[in-house]
């Protein structure tokens, strides 16, 4: 209180607007993410209300419109100079703004950092999508066992969609009397494809031992869609926590907002005295702190739901 006392009125009002731009970079990444899963809903439901029909762009009238030509807009953009880049625009915007260079370091640095991030998503994407391949070629194998079928010409016939060339290996050792389980396990390092580790388990015994590949694969079949599904379930569950990050990260730009609509100019005070740098430090590292604290309790809990 002492210091604080001596102390100009702007920096108390810098005090609570001290996280924005901490916040800026932080919330990005998050922010983005419920974004794309946000448009990933909308594309589902218009797909549902179209009866598998192909979904249309945009709403009718000006706003579906205006929708449709933002999304197109964000799309080109995001493809040509990557998303990434937008933190550095941010950083320029904060940069003539405030009249500091210290955003558009910020900006800089956010950008190989978001890259990383968005990088990490596609690849767990792409598991994801592996694992309901996985299960989705153990019941067709299957079917076409029941068929008639020896396994190789199942294999051949199914194919290997969405696992690119370690599928196109795998139909290979098939076609030409090659070792196929061992072509499965070196497949199965791939991220999201740890299932076939069991089709390569299911078709030795079949082979060595003679026992039935077609109902080994439907309890494989059927316990990696148990397994998704309390992936599922529990990301449903998580996603409470992950919303109240989401607004306690956001809510030092609203102080930086009401610090500007007072007139204390907090942004000034941020970037241009050495009270609100030492504020600005003393944010980024309890926003970093705060952010790191809930993403590993999210870890421990998804880690917690697989075991």
Do not use: K, N
Request: with cysteine.
């Amino acid at each position: 209180m002492v210091f604080w006392a001596g102390t100009r009125p702007e920096a108390l009002y810098a005090g609570t607007a001290c996280a924005a731009l901490a916040c800026a970079l932080a919330c990005g990444v998050v922010t983005g993410r419920l974004w794309g899963r946000a448009g990933e809903g909308a594309r589902r439901a218009r797909l549902l209300c179209a009866d598998g029909a192909a979904p249309l762009p945009g709403g009718g009238g000006p706003e579906g419109w205006a929708m449709t030509a933002a999304a197109r807009v964000r799309h080109r953009l995001g493809a040509r100079v990557g998303r990434e880049w937008w933190c550095l625009a941010g950083g320029v915007l904060l940069a003539l703004w405030g009249e500091s260079v210290l955003p558009l370091s910020a900006g800089a640095v956010a950008v190989p950092l978001t890259r990383r991030a968005l990088r990490r998503r596609e690849r767990r994407r792409a598991g994801e999508s592996r694992e309901v391949a996985v299960a989705d070629l153990c019941s067709a194998v299957a079917g076409e066992l029941r068929a008639g079928r020896t396994p190789e010409r199942a294999l051949l016939a199914v194919g290997m969609p969405g696992f690119g060339a370690g599928g196109a290996a795998v139909l290979a050792a098939a076609r030409f009397g090659g070792d196929v389980p061992e072509a499965l396990r070196r497949l199965s390092r791939r991220e999201g494809a740890g299932g076939l580790r069991g089709v390569a388990a299911c078709w030795r015994v079949a082979v060595d031992g003679g026992a039935g590949l077609a109902d080994g694969l439907d309890r494989l079949a059927g316990g990696l869609r148990a397994e998704r599904d309390r992936r599922e379930e529990l990301r449903a569950q998580l996603a409470g926590p992950r919303s109240t990050a989401l607004v306690l990260a956001l809510l030092p730009a609203f102080g930086l907002l009401l610090g500007g609509a007072m007139g204390a100019r907090p942004l000034h005070v941020l970037l241009h005295s050495p009270v609100g740098w030492g504020c600005l430090a003393a944010a980024a590292l309890l926003e970093w702190a705060g952010l790191a604290w809930v993403a590993r309790i999210v870890r421990t809990a998804e880690r917690g739901g697989r075991e």
